[in-house]
C-alpha cells in the first residue's frame, strides 16, 4: 500500500504561481509514472502532467509553457510548478502514482486532493 500526500494548495491571483507536492509513502516496489490529474467542478478529472521514472514528461495542452512537472525519486516526491495560473487551472489537483510488484501487476494510487483557487 502506497499512501499518497499532496500539499501546496491554496489562494492565488491570477496570474501568480503555485507549487504542489506529492510526496509518496515508502514502496516496495518501484513507482513508475506519478502524475497530476485535476476535476473542476462539475467536469470530469483530468490529466494535467505525468512523468516517468526516467524523467519523461507529458502534459495536457492547456498548461504547456506555463506548469513544469518533476520529480525527486530518491523521496518518491513529484511536484507541479503552476505559474501564469488562470481561472480555467482552478479546480482539486489530484496526484497519482503507478507501482509495479514483481508479479507484473500494476497498482494505481491517488492522493486526497489539494485545492487550487484562482482569484480575480
Known amino acids: 500500500q502506497v499512501q499518497l500526500v499532496e500539499s501546496g494548495g491554496g489562494l492565488v491571483q491570477a496570474g501568480g504561481s503555485l507549487r504542489l507536492s506529492c510526496a509518496a509513502s515508502?514502496?516496495?516496489?518501484?513507482?513508475?509514472?506519478m502524475g497530476w490529474y485535476r476535476q473542476a467542478p462539475g467536469k470530469q478529472r483530468e490529466l494535467v502532467a505525468v512523468?516517468?521514472?526516467?524523467?519523461?514528461?507529458n502534459y495536457v495542452t492547456s498548461v504547456k509553457e506555463r506548469f513544469t512537472i518533476s520529480r525527486d525519486n530518491a523521496r518518491n516526491t513529484v511536484y507541479l510548478q503552476m505559474n501564469s495560473l488562470k481561472h480555467e487551472d482552478a479546480g482539486v489537483y489530484y496526484c497519482?502514482?503507478?507501482?509495479?510488484?514483481?508479479?507484473?501487476?500494476?497498482?494505481?494510487?491517488w492522493g486526497q486532493g489539494t485545492q487550487v483557487t484562482v482569484a480575480s
Open positions: 515508502r514502496s516496495r516496489f518501484s513507482i513508475n509514472t
Open positions: 497519482k502514482a503507478e507501482v509495479r510488484a514483481t508479479t507484473g501487476i500494476m497498482y494505481l494510487y
Open positions: 512523468i516517468t521514472s526516467g524523467g519523461s514528461t
